[in-house]
C-alpha cells in the first residue's frame, strides 16, 4: 500500500481511500491504495502503479520509502498476506483526483490532525466532519451492472467526483487495522503524535 501525500496548507497530507462496496473482500473498508504485485514486478513499482490505477495520481516508484510491513490474517478463509506500506509523494498535487470504480468509491485527503485522530481507539471523536469525494451513484450502479454482466473493464477513472462531507468517526470505525497502523508509522515517522 501507499500512503501517497501531497503538500497541504497546514503541513502534508495523505490520500487514504474507501474500497467499493461490491468488493469480495474489504467492501466499503477505509485503506490505502494498493494491491497485488504482478509476477516480477518490484514491490514499489508495483505499489505506485496501484496508486495511479486506483487514484489518477502519479508516485514516483523509486522514491517510495518502505516504512512498515503489517501481517493481515483473513481467519475465515484461512489466508495471510503481508502488507508493505510505503510512504512517497505525489508528483504531480494538481492532479485532479480520478477514482476507478471498480475498486474505489470515496477518497480523502487527511492531514496531521485528522490522522492523529483516525489512530486513537479509546477517544471517541464526534463532530469531526472532514470533505470526502466520492463515486456518483449512477457510477457506481453502473459498475455494479458491469461486474454482473462481465463486461466490467478496469481501469476507467471517474473524474467527475461529488463532495460530501463524513464524519472522521465513521471513517475510523471502517478503517482496516493494518493501515491504521500505516497511520500511525507515518506520524512517528513524521514526529507528529
Not at 457506481?140 to 463486461?151: A, D, I, P, Q, V
Not at 464524519?167 to 471502517?174: D, Q
Request: charged residues 25%; hydrophobic residues 40%.
Amino acid at each position: 500500500v501507499v500512503l501517497g501525500y501531497r503538500s497541504g496548507q497546514d503541513g502534508p497530507e495523505l490520500l487514504l481511500t474507501q474500497r467499493a462496496g461490491h468488493m469480495r473482500t474489504y467492501a466499503s473498508t477505509w485503506v490505502f491504495p494498493g494491491g497485488h504485485i504482478d509476477p516480477g514486478e518490484a514491490p514499489p513499482v508495483a505499489a505506485a502503479r496501484e496508486f495511479q490505477e486506483e487514484t489518477g495520481h502519479s508516485i514516483n516508484a523509486d522514491e517510495l520509502e518502505l516504512i512498515g510491513t503489517w501481517q493481515a490474517k483473513v481467519p475465515h478463509k484461512l489466508r495471510q498476506y503481508v502488507i508493505l506500506i510505503y510512504a512517497g509523494k505525489i508528483t504531480n498535487p494538481k492532479e485532479s483526483t480520478a477514482l476507478d470504480p471498480t475498486e474505489v468509491q470515496s477518497a480523502a485527503w487527511i492531514g496531521k490532525d485528522i490522522a492523529k485522530l483516525l489512530c486513537c481507539k479509546k477517544q471517541l471523536v464526534r463532530d469531526v466532519n472532514i470533505p470526502v469525494l466520492t463515486v456518483p451513484e449512477e457510477e457506481k450502479r453502473l459498475s455494479m451492472l458491469k461486474e454482473k454482466t462481465g463486461t466490467l473493464k478496469a481501469g476507467k477513472k471517474v473524474t467527475r467526483l461529488h463532495e460530501k462531507v463524513m464524519s472522521v468517526e465513521t471513517i475510523r470505525r471502517a478503517l482496516a487495522h493494518g493501515h491504521r497502523f500505516g497511520v500511525k508509522v507515518w506520524l512517528e515517522k513524521n514526529r507528529v503524535l
